[in-house]
């Protein structure tokens, strides 16, 4: 939603009736909304506290959401659309009640956009030159042939301005023509034209370059407005090499990243940041003695990183070389690595790899350099009974 329509919104519910049922544990429930249903109460027109469905202070910040209890559109609750509730920003001890993010592109924002929106012209031409192209490719496999008069514009003018005798004659002069010159040898006929008539052919291949070459404009308008590669947006990857492919990857990622964190920091944290509270009020979560109070602290207590689909590799092997040498000279962790490249915790990897090294020291196997390296132990085998 967030991408698509510009916010992505969600109300922490509390239902303390839901816990011991089935596997809920905590009454803490995250329930997210559709943007649509995020709209002024009565669809009123905007005023100065209240800006398409949230309602702010004098100073401009939210202290309030109004939401539909069904969408605009639903036919089969269309009389909740029409009913609205008032959803306070977060509780007096700072608990979040909605949470609504979006991307701020100018000040004094409260909603959204799209990424989609400035190119969606664009994506309308397209369609229709794809259905336009498709037509004339069409039309071009029924007509191999067609045959070329000197009936210029001046005589059609004449012919249609009067009765038109002139045309009509000059069509049957024609038709009588053809039908008369039938010349066969060989049991194919040979074609013999009207005086000034000539046989033109139909380039067949002009309406798939022209559409190719336009479509590739287009797509590279998409990439540039979502933060993408044209190559990405269109999975064609014949027209680059390693070099423009891999610097085309590190700027997508960029973006990526960046919304990545934007979309944490702004929506999943303080989610989790609700469901902690709960899980800390009922014990669940350890502390140490004398540790204040969550809601004192609770941006330290909810601190945390979230971790995504790793950014994948153009050539794994030069990939990993310059990991190596990051690692080697100081200017990457191995957090930093095992997040971005594989998507994998750092303490998971290490924990694994301890335990293929036990492993190996358990069934005598060679270690490999990175566990040491050492050579297989003497060892006695026994089967398990």
Not at 143 to 169: C, H, I, N, R
Not at 259 to 287: I, S
């Amino acid at each position: 939603h967030k991408m698509r329509d510009g916010d992505a919104v969600s109300v922490a519910v509390w239902d303390p009736g839901a816990v011991g049922h089935g596997a809920a544990h905590y009454a803490t429930r995250i329930q997210l909304l559709d943007p649509d249903r995020l709209s002024n109460p009565d669809e009123i027109i905007d005023t100065d506290r209240m800006r398409n469905g949230v309602e702010i202070d004098a100073l401009g910040a939210p202290v309030a959401y109004w939401i539909r209890r069904a969408e605009p559109n639903d036919w089969f609750h269309a009389a909740l659309s029409m009913v609205w509730d008032r959803f306070p920003r977060e509780t007096d001890w700072g608990r979040p009640i909605v949470v609504h993010d979006f991307p701020r592109d100018r000040a004094a924002q409260h909603r959204g956009v799209g990424v989609l929106v400035p190119v969606m012209a664009r994506f309308k031409m397209l369609s229709r030159f794809d259905q336009v192209s498709l037509q004339r490719a069409v039309l071009q496999s029924l007509l191999g042939l067609w045959v070329k008069s000197p009936y210029d514009s001046t005589m059609v003018e004449q012919a249609l301005g009067s009765d038109g005798q002139s045309l009509g004659f000059y069509q049957e002069m024609r038709g009588a023509y053809h039908a008369e010159r039938g010349t066969v040898m060989g049991g194919v006929r040979i074609p013999q034209l009207f005086a000034g008539e000539s046989i033109e052919t139909v380039k067949a291949d002009s309406a798939l370059s022209e559409f190719e070459v336009f479509e590739h404009a287009v797509l590279r308008s998409v990439a540039s407005a979502v933060g993408m590669t044209a190559e990405e947006v269109s999975r064609d990857y014949s027209r680059i090499n390693y070099s423009s492919a891999r610097a085309a990857m590190l700027t997508a990622w960029k973006t990526l990243q960046r919304r990545r964190d934007e979309f944490a920091q702004g929506f999943a944290t303080p989610l989790y940041g609700a469901w902690l509270e709960e899980a800390v009020e009922r014990g669940r979560v350890p502390t140490p003695a004398g540790a204040p109070d969550f809601a004192d602290w609770r941006s330290a207590y909810a601190a945390c990183r979230w971790i995504g689909p790793g950014r994948g590799w153009v050539d794994p092997m030069k990939e990993r070389q310059g990991e190596v040498l990051g690692l080697d000279a100081g200017f990457s962790t191995l957090q930093s690595v095992c997040a971005e490249i594989g998507g994998a915790d750092y303490r998971d990897v290490l924990e694994q790899r301890a335990r293929e090294v036990a492993e190996m020291n358990r069934l005598g196997l060679a270690r490999p350099d990175w566990a040491g390296g050492s050579e297989a132990p003497a060892f006695k085998t026994t089967r398990p009974s």
